[in-house]
């Protein structure tokens, strides 16, 4: 199974500022995605990160608030832009893995925005 | 569009007992069901899945699972829980050919000594 995980495991931040969360992979994945977990909610998803292709955003996401990078098959980066509380919340890294189809989870990226 | 209503929020039991956690979805189309566990301070762990063939899956840690299409449902089973089960339980679904998931709100299940 793929092993995934992501830094930092949790950051308090100032309002205004941007925050870039790190997933590392220890396989090389096709697909990657990001989700969201704002409190006492579920996961969202955010975006679809593949490799070799611009992320493609769900509604109500966009670029310039979750630019994302993925520069390679093991690695992807989700920057939280301008941050506001509205922002607090699990941010989590996901990959179906190729040659299974299964999709497995980082540990979470916990945001505070203050 | 797919949507899951988990309708237990918190689900309290003692050990050794039976429980059942509830999932039912929403779709026009064919689907993919899954029950997902975290554990605290993990990251999201595959309980089961259920993607064609039987209707009754079976999944790590003795959880169970049935497919019910005419009452949209995909309740999670396990005969004899145990300490060690206590964590937030999540029901996803997914267009069947597609990866992204949608999500219910999750279970928080606490076993009780």
Known sequence: SAVISQKPSR????RGTSLTIQCQVDSQVTMMFWYRQQPGQSLTLIATANQGSEATYESGFVIDKFPISRPNLTFSTLTVSNM???DSSIYLCSVVESWSGEQYFGPG?????T | AQSVTQLDSQVPVFEEAPVELRCNYSSSVSVYLFWYVQYPNQ???LLLKYLSGS?????INGFEAEFNKSQTSFHLRKPSVHISDTAEYFC????????NLFFGTGTRLTVIP
């Open chain 2, 43 to 45: 990251g999201l762990q």
């Open chain 1, 109 to 113: 990226t916990r945001l505070t925005v």
């Open chain 1, 11 to 14: 950051d308090i931040c100032q």
């Open chain 2, 92 to 99: 996803a679904v997914t267009q069947t050919g597609a990866n």
């Open chain 1, 84 to 86: 506001s509380p509205e």
């Open chain 2, 55 to 59: 209707t009754l899956v079976k999944g």
